[in-house]
């Protein structure tokens, strides 16, 4: 079964950093692009973040680029979104999806900025 | 940046009845190697966005074959064909055609 599972989320202060986790299983993860999608409180869905299967292109949304970083570890099946300088328009619950078409999705973990 | 429009945002439908919901981009979704990368979503209340159509008009595995997608260029359609109470939640178009990847507003779909 196709699955990804995200962590690392929590309360951070302004100005913080926090490291997100997608663990995925059921593929061969290092054949796939990977995206981090969010959703902040009430509102609809972002595109956050892109990385191609070999970490060659990557892309970021304007409202995260310089402060956030996305990698990825093939070798344990792992993403990465590195979030720095954090702001209260962070928060939200963020999801790893698979593919450039975003086929998979997983639960999503909740991101909290507040002082 | 490829602005998704959609309409309406809010679509109470009754029980049993059609439904459709529009989704028009700022830019032509056509990519230069031919394809249309139009996705809609569904996002139920308390769980993870799931993809149920790709490439315009292609219906993901597993999902029920009341929905249908359609549209070309910039205008493109979700489509189902007798709602059901599953079905409430927040359906979003989605462009993979042109960076960044955008999302439209959300259409909340509810039982009448």
């Given at each position: 079964e196709v699955q990804l599972?995200?962590?690392?989320?929590?309360?951070?202060q302004p100005g913080g950093s926090l490291r997100l986790s997608c663990a995925a299983s059921g593929f061969t993860f290092s054949s796939y692009s990977m995206n981090w999608v969010r959703q902040a409180p009430g509102k609809?869905?972002?595109w956050v973040s892109y990385i191609s299967s070999s970490s060659?292109?990557?892309?970021?949304?304007?409202?995260?680029?310089?402060?956030?970083?996305?990698s990825r570890d093939n070798?344990?099946?792992?993403?990465?979104?590195q979030m720095n300088s954090l702001r209260a328009e962070d928060t939200a619950v963020y999801y790893c999806a698979s593919r450039l078409t975003m086929d998979v999705w997983g639960q999503g973990t909740t991101v909290t900025v507040s002082s | 940046d490829a602005v998704m429009?959609?309409?309406p945002l809010s679509l109470p439908v009754t029980l049993g009845q059609p439904a459709s919901i529009s989704c028009r981009s700022s830019q032509s979704l056509v990519y230069s190697d031919g394809n249309t990368y139009l996705n809609w979503f569904q996002k139920r209340p308390g769980q993870s966005p799931r993809r149920l159509i790709y490439k315009v008009s292609n219906r993901d595995s597993g999902v029920p074959d009341r929905f249908s997608g359609s549209g070309s260029g910039t205008d493109f359609t979700l489509k189902i064909s007798r709602v059901e109470a599953e079905d409430?939640?927040?359906y979003y178009c989605m462009q993979g055609t042109h960076w960044p990847h955008t999302f439209g507003q959300g259409t909340k779909l509810e039982i009448k």
């Open positions: 599972v995200e962590s690392g989320g929590g309360l951070v609809g869905l972002e060659g292109t990557i892309y970021y949304a304007d409202s995260v680029k310089g402060r956030f970083t996305i070798a344990k099946n792992s993403l990465y979104l | 429009t959609q309409s409430v939640g927040v």
